[in-house]
């Protein structure tokens, strides 16, 4: 299957600071990638569409000054949380397609922690 | 109604036994269907695609009713190593965008 990969796998960081998470297709091209958020127990929550070379679409609830999303290149997305208080502690999860309805390859998650 | 919807469980199984898990989905107009599974602190891994004409690989059985909008897996002969969160995945459109069931959890008891 393809490969996605998530840097960091693990942050913790101090209230009010900004953590930047990388997610890169690594063996093939991604116009389309996205972000979730998954809270201990509960399921994966879409947060954002990353679209190369344009704006990203945002979820209802989704604040997209806090969560700042780039997507500078076919294989690679970030993830900016901007601000980050303890609330924001949570698993984040990328994925990309290869497109065509084909499902979806998920990165290994970056758990954020944030005191 | 959900968008896709699944019995949560937990599904407590003997190993060996044979396990099947529904899901079912709101939009006629879906193009693709796919069961993940996610282990516990880990992200979702592709387990298989659906096909109406149905697909087998190894354990596991797919199906797709198109008419009655239901998914199904099962799992034969159960593995410790099957437990984990089976997640009913929904594509409605052409684009990659899929919604998530909320996933059933399964353990395979020895």
């Known amino acids: 299957g393809a490969v996605v990969s998530q840097h960091p796998s693990r942050v913790i960081c101090k209230s009010g600071t900004s953590v930047k998470i990388e997610c890169r297709s690594l063996d093939f091209q991604a116009t389309t990638m996205f972000w979730y958020r998954q809270f201990p127990k509960q399921s994966l929550m879409l947060m954002a569409t990353s679209n190369e070379g344009s704006k990203a679409t945002y979820e209802q609830g989704v604040e997209k000054d806090k969560f700042l999303i780039n997507h500078a290149s076919l294989t690679l997305s970030t993830l900016t949380v901007t601000s980050a208080h303890p609330e924001d502690s949570s698993f984040y999860i990328c994925s990309a397609g290869r497109g065509g309805g084909t499902g979806q390859y998920f990165g290994p998650g970056t758990r954020l922690t944030v005191t | 109604r959900k968008e896709v919807e699944q019995d949560p469980g937990p599904f407590n199984v003997p190993e060996g036994a044979t396990v099947a898990f529904n899901c079912t989905y709101s939009?006629?107009?879906?193009?693709?269907f796919f069961w993940y599974r996610q282990d516990c602190r880990k992200e979702p891994k592709l387990l298989m695609s659906?096909?109406?004409s149905g697909n087998e690989d190894g354990r596991f059985t797919a199906q797709l009713n198109r008419a009655s909008q239901y998914i199904s897996l099962l799992i034969r002969d159960s593995k410790l190593s099957d437990s984990a969160t089976y997640l009913c995945?929904?594509?409605?459109?052409?684009?990659?965008?899929?919604?998530f069931g909320k996933g059933t959890r399964l353990h395979i008891l020895p």
């Open positions: 659906v096909y109406s």
């Open positions: 939009n006629s107009a879906s193009q693709s």
């Open positions: 995945v929904v594509n409605p459109s052409r684009d990659d965008k899929i919604i």
